[in-house]
């Protein structure tokens, strides 16, 4: 069964800092990538998604994430953080099995922007 | 607003109550799904319903009863639940994960259950 390791559970960093948030997936066929994040008081929603093509892919809010299919990574990256990223962020990984695709999530890593 | 809503947000209950958890979505997906997000676990997917038939049910006790009586509605029925229940219930939607293999998830608010 596919897994998902999220190794920082908690990061805290101050405004205009850069980030990155590791995310490694134990599954050796193919995959698609996302993360997840949720704002305080808020829904889950979609920040972005890897699914071919270049495994370097830009989401909302200036973030990006890398895709090292060697690595069985996709870290979360953004070059300069404001006190609003405060949140706590998910990766996931969905494979096909069974003629469905499966979700698995990792544990979430909460972030805490200090201004 | 996420186009998928969760009722209530926030529920207590004891050991012998019955209640339910309700979701709806309003994004035309014909997949549902039933999450149970616990402090320091991975979200743990509890079943998924795909054009209203129930194609997962992830080893969840019977105390856990889901209905989903269309594509945009989905209960969570609660019975005899235990302590250890107590989480964040999220509901989801995506399009047909058999044949939309990159569709995303679409979460709602979620429902915090307490359970004394």
């Known amino acids: 069964a596919q897994s998902v390791s999220q190794h920082n559970h908690h990061v805290i960093l101050s405004e205009a800092a850069s980030l990155e948030l590791g995310c490694n997936y134990s599954?050796?066929?193919?995959?698609?990538l996302f993360w997840y994040v949720q704002y305080p008081g808020q829904h889950l929603q979609l920040l972005l998604k890897?699914?071919?093509?270049?495994?370097l892919v830009k989401g909302i809010k200036g973030f990006e994430a890398e895709f090292i299919k060697s690595k069985f990574s996709f870290n979360l990256r953004k070059p300069s953080v404001q006190w609003s990223d405060t949140a706590e962020y998910f990766c996931?990984?969905?494979?096909?099995?069974?003629?469905?695709?499966?979700?698995?999530f990792g544990t979430g890593t909460k972030l805490q922007v200090i201004p | 607003e996420t186009g998928v809503t969760q009722t209530p947000r926030h529920l207590v209950m004891g050991m012998t109550n019955k209640k339910s958890l309700k979701c709806e979505q309003h994004?035309?997906?014909?997949?549902m799904y039933w999450y149970k997000q616990s402090a320091k676990k991975p979200l743990e997917l509890m079943f998924v319903?795909?054009?209203?038939?129930?194609?997962e049910n992830n080893s969840v006790p019977s105390r856990f009863s889901p209905e989903c009586p269309n594509s945009s509605h989905l209960f969570l029925h609660l019975h005899t639940l235990q302590p250890e229940d107590s989480a964040l219930y999220l509901c989801?939607?995506?399009?047909?994960?058999?044949?939309?293999?990159?569709?995303?998830?679409?979460f709602g608010n979620g429902t915090r259950l307490t359970v004394t």
């Open positions: 989801a939607s995506s399009q047909n994960p058999r044949s939309d293999y990159n569709s995303p998830l679409h």
């Open positions: 599954y050796g066929g193919t995959v698609n």
């Open positions: 890897y699914f071919s093509g270049d495994p």
């Open positions: 996931a990984v969905t494979i096909i099995t069974g003629g469905y695709q499966k979700v698995t």
């Open positions: 994004l035309g997906h014909n997949a």
């Open positions: 319903y795909n054009f209203k038939e129930q194609t």
